[in-house]
C-alpha cells in the first residue's frame, strides 16, 4: 500500500530523515515509534501531501481513502452542532445525499434512475446508510453524552474538540488509518474504548504513540524512526523491545570497530602527511576517513540521551496523608464540578484516580495540593505531610528563557540551597551534564523537561507525590524511566493519568469518580476491571431477572416443578429426566459444532504460520526471490484465513446459542 524508496528531508542544516526505506503493505498494523522529534510525524506529513521529499519517493498503491485527524479542526459554520460536524467525515457523502434525495423526486427518468443507482451504490459502499450510528458510538465511547450531540462544535474546549475530529475520523471507515498520539486529548476510560473500537478495525492502521497499552494490543509491525533512520520490525511491542537490543548491540560493536579503524588511519596520516615517501599512502587513507564519515554509524537518540531519574527519601509523615469530608467544589456558585466526595489516603498508598474528563480529577488534585480552596465539605493535609504537585502544564511552569542550570539552581536556593559541589552533583543524577546545563529550558525534549520538573520537585524532599498526566510528554524509554523510579519511591503518590499499562505498573489501589460520587478499590488496575466486570455481569443478570419476571412465560421456572406441554406439574425426578433427554437430543449437534470450531481454529492457525513465513520471505527477499509468486502466495494465504475464519464464526455462533439452551440463529434463518 504505501512504499517509501529512499527518502530524505532536511530541516536547514538537521538531516531529519535519511534514505528511509520500508514498506506498509495492506492490513498491516504499523506501531510507529522513536524519541519524540526524530521525525515521526514528517512521515504522516509525507504520505498526506503536506511535505515534499528532498530525495527519494513514495508511491501509493490504489488510491486508497486516508482518514487522519486534523491538528485544529473548526465547524464549518458557527452554529455547527457537534454530530453535524461529526458526520462530515467522508468527504462528499453529504452531498451524494442531497443529490440522491434530488433525484428521487423523479425516477421515471431512466438517466436518473441511471445515476441514483450508482450514487446508492457509491452511498452504501462508504457506509453513508449507517454513518450516524457510527459517529454516535464513537462520540459516546469517547466521553460526549447524547445532550452534547446538539451543542454547538465551537462551544467545546481544545481537546473536547480532538476528541470529536478522532469520532469523525473512526466512524468514517478509512482504508489507511493514521493516528498520531490519539491518547494524548483522552481520559484513561476513553483510551480503553479507544483500543477496543481499533480491535475491530478492518483496514490499514498506521499509529504514532508512546502508549505501550494501545501499542501492545493493537499492532503486529513496528517502525522504528530514530537518529534520522527508519527500521521496520517484524513482530509487535514487546518483539521490538527484545530484537532491538540485540540489533543496538551489534550497531554498537561495528561503530566501536569504525571507530577505531578510523582512529588507526587518522594517526597514520597526522604522522606521514608531511613526509614526501609517506604523502601518497596518507592521501590515500584521508579517502578512506573522508568516506567513514560519509557512512558514519550513528547510535539511536535513545541511547545517547537515557538520562536517569530518582526521587528524594521522604521525610517522615503521620499514617493519614489526606482526608475528605463532604468535599465540593463550584467555579461559578451555581455548577458544582463534583460534591459529596468522601475518601481518605494512607502512607505509602500509591492510588490512581480514574474517571472521564471533565468530572474535576484536576481540580481534586489542586484542592489536594493547596492550590485551591473547595466550596463545600473539608479537605484535610495530614500530619507532617508535604506535597509535591506535578500538574499537566508542569512544561509551560518551567521558564522556557531560563537555563537548565538555573531553573534548577531557583528551586534549590529556595530550598535551602547548599554547596555547588553538592547541587551539581544532583544535576549529574538526573542525568543533565556539561554539555545540558546551559540550554535553556524551552529547547528540552519532553524527558528532559520532566527530569529538571521533578529535579526541581526532588529539592521540597515531598513525601505525598501528587502527578498529573505525568506521562504526557514522555516517550516509550521515558515512560519506563519514570516508572521505575516511582515502583521504588517510597513515599505516597496519587496520580492521573491515561496511560493503562503505566497506571497498572504504578498503582496499587484505585480511585473512581463518576457523575455519582467517588468508590475506593484497594487492589490495582486488573483488580479494578475485574470488580467493575463482575458488577456489570451482575447487572445483566438483574435486569434478565427483571425481564424474566415481567414476561415469566420466557423465564426459567422453579427448580421445584415445571409444568409440561399439557400444563401439568412435573415432579424434580421427571424433571431431571425431561432435561437430561433434551441434552441427549443436542448432543451429536453439539459434537459436530465442536469439531466445526477445533478443525477451524486449527487451519486458521496453521495458514497463519504459513503466511508469516510467506511474509517473512516478502520482505526480507533472497537473490532468488519470486515477488510475484510471493505476493500471490501472500494474498491467497489471506483469502483462506479470511475463509475460515467466517466459518469458525459461524460455527461458533452456533454453538453458543446450542449450549445457552437456545435455538440455532441458523435453523431459526
Known amino acids: 500500500m504505501l512504499d517509501f524508496k529512499g527518502i530524505s528531508v532536511h530541516y536547514g542544516h538537521q538531516d531529519v530523515l535519511t534514505n528511509v526505506t520500508f514498506r506498509v503493505n495492506a492490513g498491516d498494523r504499523v506501531g510507529v515509534v522513536g524519541p519524540n522529534g526524530s521525525g515521526k510525524s514528517t512521515l504522516f506529513k509525507i504520505v498526506l501531501g503536506e511535505m515534499s521529499t528532498d530525495s527519494g519517493e513514495l508511491i501509493i498503491e490504489g488510491s486508497p481513502r486516508i482518514g487522519f485527524t486534523r491538528q485544529n479542526p473548526a465547524p464549518d459554520t458557527p452554529d455547527e452542532t457537534l454530530l453535524e460536524y461529526s458526520l462530515r467525515g467522508i468527504p462528499g457523502l453529504s452531498e451524494m445525499e442531497a443529490e440522491m434525495a434530488e433525484l428521487e423526486s423523479d425516477l421515471a427518468d431512466p438517466a436518473k434512475m441511471k445515476r ?51 469520532s469523525r475520523v473512526l466512524a468514517s471507515k478509512p482504508d489507511l488509518l493514521l493516528l498520531d498520539e490519539p491518547s494524548n486529548y483522552l481520559d484513561l476510560p476513553a483510551v480503553d474504548w479507544l483500543q477496543k473500537y481499533l480491535k475491530a478495525y478492518e483496514g490499514t492502521l498506521m499509529l504514532i504513540s508512546h502508549d505501550r497499552y494501545l501499542l501492545r494490543t493493537l499492532t503486529n509491525i513496528t517502525v522504528e524512526v530514530d537518529a534520522g533512520t527508519a527500521t521496520r520490525y517484524e513482530g509487535d511491542l514487546d518483539w521490538y523491545m527484545k530484537e532491538r537490543e540485540v540489533r543496538y548491540q551489534h550497531l554498537k560493536a561495528a561503530k566501536e570497530n569504525q571507530d577505531h579503524h578510523r582512529e588507526q588511519l587518522q594517526r597514520f596520516v597526522d604522522r606521514f602527511r608531511a613526509q614526501a615517501t609517506k604523502a601518497a599512502q596518507a592521501q590515500s587513507r584521508q579517502k578512506l576517513i573522508d568516506k567513514i564519515d560519509e557512512e558514519r554509524i550513528v547510535l539511536p537518540k535513545r541511547y545517547t540521551q537515557s538520562g536517569r531519574l530518582r526521587l528524594a527519601e521522604p521525610p517522615p509523615s503521620g499514617i493519614e496523608m489526606f482526608r475528605c469530608e463532604n468535599l465540593g467544589f463550584s467555579y461559578d456558585g451555581v455548577k458544582r464540578v463534583f460534591h459529596g466526595l468522601e475518601f481518605n489516603v494512607t502512607r505509602g498508598d500509591k492510588v490512581a484516580l480514574i474517571g472521564y474528563n471533565g468530572l474535576g480529577k484536576t ?57 555547588e559541589k553538592v547541587f551539581r ?81 504504578v498503582a496499587t489501589s484505585v480511585l473512581e469518580i463518576t457523575r455519582e460520587g467517588i468508590r475506593q478499590f484497594p487492589g490495582g488496575y486488573d483488580y479494578y476491571c475485574e470488580k467493575k466486570a463482575a458488577e456489570a455481569a451482575t447487572r445483566n443478570v438483574s435486569h434478565r431477572g427483571t425481564e424474566t419476571q415481567k414476561n415469566p412465560e420466557q423465564g426459567v421456572k422453579s427448580a421445584s416443578s415445571d409444568p409440561d406441554a399439557s400444563g401439568q406439574t412435573l415432579s424434580k425426578k421427571e424433571l431431571r429426566k425431561q432435561r437430561a433427554q433434551e441434552r441427549a437430543k443436542i448432543a451429536p449437534k453439539l459434537k459436530e459444532l465442536k469439531k466445526r470450531v477445533e478443525a477451524a481454529e486449527k487451519k486458521i492457525d496453521e495458514l497463519q504460520k504459513a503466511l508469516d513465513e510467506a511474509s517473512a520471505e516478502l520482505f526480507n527477499p533472497k537473490p532468488d526471490t519470486d515477488f510475484a509468486e510471493a505476493n500471490r502466495k501472500v494474498r491467497t494465504l489471506q483469502f483462506e484465513i479470511d475463509r475460515y475464519t467466517a466459518d469458525w464464526e459461524e460455527a461458533a455462533t452456533e454453538l453458543e446459542a446450542v449450549e445457552s439452551g437456545g435455538s440455532s440463529p441458523l435453523s431459526d434463518a
Open 116 to 166: 441514483y443507482g450508482e450514487l446508492q451504490t457509491k452511498f452504501e459502499h462508504l457506509g453513508g446508510y449507517d454513518i450516524e450510528t457510527r459517529v454516535k458510538v464513537a462520540l459516546g465511547g469517547l466521553g460526549f453524552t447524547t445532550e452534547e450531540f446538539s451543542k454547538p462544535f465551537q462551544s467545546f474546549s481544545g481537546g473536547w474538540r480532538m476528541r470529536a475530529e478522532l
Open 425 to 505: 552533583n544532583q544535576l549529574g543524577a538526573f542525568g543533565f551534564d556539561e554539555n545540558d546545563v546551559e540550554k535553556p529550558a524551552g529547547v528540552l525534549s519532553g524527558g528532559e523537561k520532566i527530569r529538571l520538573a521533578f529535579l526541581r520537585l526532588f529539592f521540597t524532599a515531598p513525601n505525598l507525590l501528587l502527578l498529573d498526566e505525568p506521562t504526557t510528554h514522555l516517550d516509550l524509554d521515558g515512560r519506563r524511566l519514570l516508572e521505575d523510579a516511582l515502583k521504588k519511591y517510597k513515599g505516597t503518590i496519587f496520580l492521573v493519568s491515561h496511560d493503562i499499562d503505566f497506571v497498572r505498573a
Open 363 to 419: 481540580t481534586l488534585m489542586r484542592i489536594m495540593a493547596g492550590t485551591r480552596e473547595p466550596t463545600e465539605g473539608k479537605a484535610v493535609i495530614g500530619h507532617n505531610v508535604v506535597p509535591g504537585y506535578l500538574s499537566q502544564e508542569f512544561a509551560e511552569t518551567i521558564p522556557p528563557d531560563l537555563t537548565v542550570y538555573r531553573n534548577a539552581k531557583n528551586a534549590w536556593d529556595a530550598h535551602g540551597g547548599g554547596p
